[in-house]
């Protein structure tokens, strides 16, 4: 079954809305969670790395303030779009690094993904 | 339902030999199938897609991938490792509704 959920898995909303999307670890406690972003025809592009109890960190080109990251508790990350755009219409997935078992096992698992269409 | 099962948690080559990294799949819907490399600290990076043309797809840095219909597989492979090439390798299908499934990863570990 699946170890990461990801919530909703479809979402269409009104320009000038906020969208959340949340991320869960199931079965492990992730300190650290990634989002990623993929456009049409393109590879998925890491946007943000987050951190429990802490502030994300946002790879070069990714507006933090646009992209809000909230990793409050060991099995939940979400990312909400803010003001959300036609052009944030994307495919958003989430991973969650299990870091239960040995340095060398540590393990990458991935939500199913949401699709966030903005009319 | 749909899923994805990489067969080797960890695989490890001498370098020069073949990689053959395996990947199996079930889906109810005609599928895209995809391979991805993390190397460490970095985002996923696409190797090659599979989405119902040829069936070997030839994807970077000298990897291929067939898609056999009848053994619902899609095994990485690449005739010669290099050093580079020691990462995590996650094969991915893309089914109905835009759902996708990834595996849970297969780490390539290359000796010299």
């Known amino acids: 079954g699946a170890v990461v959920s990801q919530h909703p898995s479809w979402v269409i909303c009104k320009s000038g809305t906020s969208v959340k999307i949340e991320c869960r670890s199931l079965d492990f406690q992730a300190t650290t969670m990634f989002w990623y972003r993929q456009f049409p025809k393109q590879s998925l592009m890491l946007m943000a790395t987050?951190?429990?109890?802490?502030?994300?960190?946002?790879e070069q080109g990714v507006e933090k303030d646009k992209f809000l990251i909230n990793h409050a508790s060991l099995t939940l990350s979400t990312l909400t779009v803010t003001s959300a755009h036609p052009e944030d219409s994307s495919f958003y997935i989430c991973?969650?690094?299990?870091?239960?078992?040995?340095?060398?096992?540590?393990?990458?698992?991935f939500g199913s993904g949401t699709q966030l269409s903005v009319l | 339902a749909q899923s994805v099962t990489q067969l080797d948690s960890h695989v490890s080559v001498s370098e020069g030999t073949p990689v053959l990294l395996r990947c199996n799949y079930s889906s109810s819907y005609s599928p895209s199938l995809f391979w991805y490399v993390q190397h460490p600290n970095k985002g996923l990076q696409l190797l090659l897609k599979y989405t119902s043309a040829a069936t070997l797809v030839k994807g970077i840095n000298g990897f291929e991938a067939e898609f056999k219909k009848s053994e619902t597989s899609f095994h990485l492979t690449k005739p010669s490792a290099h050093m580079s090439d020691a990462a995590e390798y996650f094969c991915v299908v893309k089914g109905g509704y835009q759902k996708v499934t990834f595996g849970t990863g297969t780490k390539l570990q290359v000796i010299p």
């Open positions: 987050s951190n429990e109890g802490s502030k994300a960190t946002y």
């Open positions: 991973s969650a690094l299990d870091r239960s078992g040995a340095t060398t096992n540590e393990k990458l698992f």
